[in-house]
């Protein structure tokens, strides 16, 4: 089958099968270019501008590396499970995975989320908009595909049911109709692009690979190896699998450590908090006064926070929705152009301090939140003397708590997808076997703690009261340990050192070096 070479600033020369390429030449996968990666994270990394379009392209190409090994490696029980259609779905599914994402990618469903608890908050219910989930707008827009290039399926020779398999694939967790869903040894076709059984899967290698090398952070696992030594095997429940080797299990293990410090490090960094709170108050006030059009009938337009209630209309929606409030005439456009200037000259606070809270407390991470900041103004309330010589005035300083949650990306009661990789063994008559049944080898072999839940400390006020401000959070989350809170070590800027809430070390290096004796 002919194809068509990318260059891809991670893999280098790709080459996708030209049925692909008919899907990239549609403008609902060219919006993809408009849709940034990472959100608003490109304020706190330089780097972090690459979009939506050159994820999906990679990702289609790992999918495609991924099927051709399995193929390679098929023993005599699988090679029959392997045929050129099922790999076209398979990398349809991959390249398409993506499609509904919003401006600023997952930043929109957590603005559109927000949105709507805090008009719960005021009393305005009815005034809240149609909950947005981007995998469901992606079945949508495969649909508006097919509808407005009518012979796409003729020319790729795909028929319905295969359209119906690629969403699945998309979804593993929508009602499956497809016929390949009826086929219990094609189940390994369901965790190559997104895998429900534990996130191990094409589309997370990519961005991990993709979104640390735009930001300038090493990747800790070895994905030649993974896509090298993958194997699909047939296990007890009778369902193909995915599975690696024993001697990868670190390997694996690295995929999801590394998704966790991206967590960290980028995603939930602590600057893009308070930053992303500034935009989502942007794009609430815009949505009085901006409306987008239909791509279908400029006549019919939707405010941009119900922009998804109409594939058509969700088609216009880009991060470029930002310039267009920059450039508005409109009145209404003041308080979001000002937010903006705030946030273009770094206006947003000062960081204060962090701390760890234990996971249970932060179910409800709004209402903690909540709870953490009335509680700690009135603590506050009591050192009115102490505030006023700090430069804290409670009147006008503006406190801010944001909270943040770290694990391996695993949803359920049990948080570890190591419990749930299928590991096989070099002699090939031993079964394969999950994880899960190992547990002394995964208890031995993966991080006692999975879940880490921490809260960042803004504020704004004159420098001299952040210090004030940080030894105050201190005594009172050290007060009696009611609200769970952990302070970890804080650093405010033009303070001589970094202290530990817990203790001060000094160390003086030429005292040490001089105690030291060389033979």
């Not at 050129?84 to 989320?113: M, Q, R, Y």
């Not at 909950?131 to 079945?139: A, D, G, I, S, V």
């Not at 794009?283 to 006549?299: G, H, I, T």
């Not at 009696?480 to 952990?486: A, F, M, N, S």
């Amino acid at each position: 089958m002919p194809s068509k070479t990318f260059n891809d600033p991670i893999y280098g020369a790709i080459d996708l099968d030209v049925r692909l390429v008919k899907f990239i030449d549609t403008a609902p996968f060219q919006r993809l270019h408009y849709l940034r990666q990472l959100g608003v994270a490109f304020s706190v990394y330089p780097g972090a501008s690459h979009s939506r379009f050159e994820h999906s392209i990679g990702t289609a190409h790992l999918a495609g590396e991924l099927l051709k090994r399995f193929k390679e490696c098929a023993t005599i029980l699988t090679e029959s499970l392997f045929n050129e259609k099922d790999a076209l779905c398979v990398k349809l599914a991959a390249l398409l995975h993506d499609l509904g994402h919003g401006p600023f990618s997952h930043f929109w469903e957590t603005l559109i989320n927000t949105h709507n608890e805090l008009l719960a908050e005021d009393g305005k219910e009815c005034e809240r908009v149609e909950e947005f989930k981007h995998e469901q707008m992606t079945l949508k827009l495969i649909d508006v595909i097919i509808e407005d290039y009518p012979n796409i399926l003729e020319e790729t020779e795909l028929t319905d049911d295969d359209i119906q398999f690629i969403k699945e694939l998309i979804v593993p967790g929508m009602k499956r109709s497809s016929i390949r869903s009826k086929q219990p040894l094609k189940n390994f076709y369901y965790e190559i692009v997104s895998n429900r059984l534990n996130g191990n899967d094409v589309d997370k290698w990519d961005y991990i690979r993709r979104d640390s090398y735009h930001v300038g952070i090493n990747t800790s696992f070895e994905i030649k190896r993974l896509l090298k030594l993958s194997r699909v095997r047939i296990c007890k429940d009778s369902l193909t699998h995915i599975a690696w080797p024993e001697r990868e299990f670190d390997n694996v293990l690295q995929v999801f450590e590394q998704r966790k410090r991206l967590h960290k490090k980028v995603y939930q960094h602590r600057v893009i908090k308070p930053i992303e709170r500034l935009y989502l108050n942007v794009f609430r006030s815009a949505n009085e006064f901006l409306r987008v059009p239909s791509c279908k009938d400029v006549q019919k337009t939707l405010p941009i926070l119900e922009a998804h209630k109409d594939p058509q209309v969700f088609l216009n929606m880009t991060d470029s929705v930002l310039h267009c409030i920059k450039m508005s005439f409109d009145e209404r456009a003041a308080e979001s152009k000002l937010i903006l200037s705030q946030i273009q000259n770094r206006r947003f606070g000062s960081f204060v301090c962090e701390a760890n809270v234990d996971n249970e407390l932060c179910l409800n991470a709004s209402e903690y939140l909540r709870q953490i900041q009335a509680e700690f103004i009135a603590y506050l309330d009591q050192f009115e003397v102490d505030n006023k010589e700090n430069g804290v005035d409670l009147r006008s300083v503006d406190v801010q708590f944001f909270q943040t949650s770290l694990d391996f990306g695993m949803k359920g009661p049990d948080k570890n997808p190591m419990n749930h990789v299928y590991l096989y063994s070099k002699d090939a008559e031993d079964p394969v076997i999950i994880s899960s049944e190992l547990d002394d080898f995964v208890r031995r072999n993966t991080p006692k703690k999975i879940m880490e839940s921490n809260i960042y400390f803004f504020a704004k006020c004159e420098k001299r009261g952040l210090k004030y401000l940080r030894d105050k959070f201190v005594q009172f989350c050290n007060r009696d340990g009611r609200l769970g809170i952990t302070p970890l070590y804080v650093f405010v800027k033009n303070d001589s050192k970094k202290m530990s809430c817990r203790r001060s070390i000094s160390f003086n290096f030429s005292e040490e070096l001089s105690s030291l004796s060389i033979f």
